[in-house]
């Protein structure tokens, strides 16, 4: 049995990550805000009163919050820092800095606090997953700050790599192309090789099994990606001007 931690564990993603490491009888800590979702399902009010799922609720924006609220538990062998919102720049003309800041401090600022409270209390040999996107790849029209933020998580996660040796912590960067979730439900524009937030699941659970300090799904959508974005930038900026966002 391992301890697991999952951040943003109430919904889409992680929630999937909690019921899967709950299925291969783990102990999972489930962080988030609202975690009104949990009284609606029997697995995980069961899981709760056999102590196998120990819900831990702060707000990402709060970082004394989190240092407190995480400071309490155990030891782990898997983190997954998964929480993260998503907002589009609507007018680069008239840039959004308040939104800006919004998503830059749950996305980035956040983690650098769950680290700080975190990475003591990995275990020799643990693994911590930063939760990126595969939007790292290429910059998006409206992407301003979800993009920028996800290419910091993508760095953060290469230079921690390097810093941290991996036989003390293996660190992995997650790379989804687009995964059906209330974050994606809000978007209005296509979305190729969607795919169901289980599938995501076990692509992430797999990768971590692995020990893969790259876990980037699905495969032939983040491997075009990655491929565009090794090009001159003027080929993919034709493109992405072409696609409809
Ligand atoms: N869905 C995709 O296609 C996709 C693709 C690439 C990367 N990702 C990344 O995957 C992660 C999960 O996304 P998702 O699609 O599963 O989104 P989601 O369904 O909207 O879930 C987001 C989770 O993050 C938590 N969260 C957000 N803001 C928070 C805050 N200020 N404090 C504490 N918790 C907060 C939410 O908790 P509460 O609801 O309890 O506040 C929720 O559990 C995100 O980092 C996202 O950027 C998603």
Redesign the pocket.
């Known amino acids: 049995m391992k301890t697991v931690l999952i951040?943003?564990?109430?919904?889409?993603?992680?929630?999937?990550l909690v019921h899967a490491y709950l299925k291969q009888g783990d102990k999972v800590y489930a962080?988030?805000?609202?975690?009104s979702v949990y009284e609606e399902s029997e697995t995980l009010l069961e899981a709760r009163q056999k102590l196998q799922l120990m819900e831990v609720?702060?707000?990402?924006?709060?970082s004394q919050s989190i240092l407190t609220s995480l400071n309490d538990i155990e030891s782990l062998d898997i983190a997954i820092?998964?929480?993260?919102?998503?907002e589009y720049i609507d007018n680069a003309e008239h840039f959004d800095g308040a939104l800006f800041e919004r998503v830059i401090?749950?996305?980035v600022i956040?983690i650098g606090y769950c680290l700080q409270v975190l990475i003591p209390k990995m275990k020799y040999g643990a693994h911590l997953a930063l939760?990126?996107?595969?939007?790292s790849y290429v910059p998006f029209q409206r992407a301003e700050a979800?993009g920028a933020?996800?290419a910091a998580?993508h760095y953060l996660a290469k230079s921690l790599q390097l810093d941290i040796p991996a036989e003390r912590l293996t660190i992995s960067v997650?790379?989804?192309?687009?995964?059906?979730?209330?974050?994606?439900n809000k978007?209005d524009f296509p979305?190729p090789m969607?795919?169901e937030?289980s599938q995501?699941a076990s692509h992430i659970i797999s990768g971590i099994t692995k020990n893969k300090k790259h876990i980037h799904f699905p495969f032939p959508f983040t491997s075009f990606l990655i491929v565009m974005g090794s090009l001159p930038d003027r080929i993919w900026q034709w493109v992405a001007l072409r696609m409809k966002r």
């Open positions: 951040t943003g564990a109430t919904s889409g993603i992680g929630l999937s962080c988030g805000r609202n975690f609720s702060f707000d990402l924006t709060d820092l998964n929480a993260g919102t998503c401090q749950t996305n956040s939760m990126g996107s595969s939007a979800y933020s996800k998580i997650i790379a989804p192309g687009f995964v059906k979730t209330p974050l994606t978007n979305m969607l795919i937030v995501a």
